[in-house]
């Protein structure tokens, strides 16, 4: 298959781990010609009872041609590990919340809904904590860094003393 960009690659290669419940590195970037993005565990383990680096042969390979377009050379899509779907809520790249449920939570923090109170009110609107996409560590961190950017009373005083 041949894609315009390595992001295009990544992204369908990330979709695609995303539906068979594993996740993805970017491997072997540092000369831009070539690129390899493989399963997370596929790095070789450093000691015994390494359970996260198994070096599981999982793996994509590309290389961009000439003319500026990238073609896959090499696919191996068998894993030397059990994919768990339930573990698939915890891996990073596949944990995103939805703008609607952004929206909801900036909307319930301006109204002073504590964050708890706030993360449960989600789960159940969206049918259980497994129907989220995220863990509420995520929705924490964003509440947290929507408040640090919020504008206090006098804070825009403040700012346009600054730059006057």
Request: charged content about 25%.
């Amino acid at each position: 298959m041949i894609y315009d960009s390595f992001d295009s690659i990544f992204d369908a290669y990330q979709e695609y781990a995303r539906q068979t419940r594993f996740s993805v590195l970017k491997r072997g970037l540092k000369n831009s010609k070539y690129a390899l993005m493989a399963c997370d565990k596929s790095r070789v383990p450093i000691t015994q009872n390494s359970s996260m680096r198994i070096g599981c042969p999982a793996r994509l390979n590309a290389i961009r041609k000439d003319d500026g377009f990238w073609v896959i050379l090499k696919t191996v899509m068998e894993h030397n590990h059990d994919l768990d779907p339930t573990m698939s809520i915890l891996m990073p790249a596949h944990r995103k919340i939805n703008v609607h449920i952004k929206r909801q939570l900036e909307a319930n923090d301006i109204a002073d809904i504590r964050p708890g109170k706030n993360i449960c009110l989600c789960e159940v609107q969206a049918g259980g904590p497994d129907k989220i996409g995220c863990i509420p560590r995520d929705y924490r961190n964003f509440i947290d860094n929507r408040i640090r950017f919020r504008l206090g009373v006098g804070d825009a005083e403040a700012i346009h003393k600054l730059f006057a």
